[in-house]
């Protein structure tokens, strides 16, 4: 029993394959939100409910992970949406 205590704890570092696909999905809601973020800003189209959208993401994410003890891969909510934000401003640029 003490021999599987350090692979245990090891495999605690190791991303798992919903981490990845959390990130990808997050990623393309960060996409979607930048944009929506950046037609509405060129339309002059307020930007609250955009923002809001993002801030009840937040909200969610940070409920989640209280709810579930920390068992919330928050790094690939987070990675991934700033990955999907960053190309969907990249990409609305052209």
């Not at 409910?49 to 790094?75: D, E, H, K, P």
């Amino acid at each position: 029993m003490a021999a599987g205590r350090p692979t245990d704890t090891l495999a605690l570092f190791q991303p798992r394959p919903d981490d990845r696909r959390i990130g990808a999905v997050f990623g393309l809601i960060g996409l979607w939100q930048a944009m929506d973020y950046r037609m509405r800003r060129r339309a002059r189209l307020p930007l609250q409910r955009i923002l809001m959208a993002i801030l009840g993401l937040i909200v969610a994410n940070i409920a989640l992970f209280a709810i579930l003890s920390g068992g919330l891969a928050w790094q690939a909510h987070l990675g991934g949406w700033i990955a999907g934000w960053l190309s969907g401003q990249s990409f609305a640029r052209r």
